[in-house]
């Protein structure tokens, strides 16, 4: 799925300039707001294998691949920037923000260059979209869920990152689902990500512990340490 996600932008871009136009001297940088979690390392490893296939078969010249210090906007933005003075062609982003970001997007795109964004996309109209729907995928979980444990039970949601449209669509609709199919599951809180899969299992631990009928939504890497938290407990 990710190498479809990288594969779609990467042809967005070829596909924006003139019909069968060389593209072999086109610069790619990925603007990529966070590294933190088993999710977006594979992810990362993903867009490597295909731009690095890329830049040999001489599909393009360069696709580097950008990752900020933090997870902060104005840091990305700044990160966006200087990618434009850098004299990039075309900017793949996954972004901090759908709309904070929108601004250096503008900027991006007044300056002739095409940016895609995905997973964590933007709202700007002049940038492209490779979507999913994150929404329904939340909803399938709770659907999954509610199969795995019939009679309910109590629910714990971990997070995404703060801020990010995955998170807001993933969160709604296991929220909808919750609404429509587990009325009588307890929702016994929210965890965020942090990273970090040992300190996320210490922290979910003493929620597990001492539950006698739990169930667990995650969404991104960090679901796995909360998954080796809920199996020591000795939880579904």
Known sequence: MKKLFVLGALAAMLASGTALADT?????????NYAGNSWRQAMLDSYGIVTKKAVADKVVGAADIFTTADKEVPTQAAQVQNLILQGYDAIVINAASPDALNGAIKQACDAGITVVSFDGTVTEPCAYRV???FKDMGKQEV???AKFQPKGGNLLEIRGLAGTSIDDAIHAGILEGVAALIDDADDVGQRRQDG???LLRRRLV???GHRTDDLELGMGGDGYGAAQAFAAAGKP
């Open 24 to 32: 072999s001297g086109k610069k790619i940088a990925f603007s990529n």
């Open 131 to 133: 979507v999913v729907d």
């Open 196 to 198: 970090r899969h040992r």
């Open 143 to 145: 659907e999954q869920m």
């Open 206 to 208: 003493p929620v597990a």
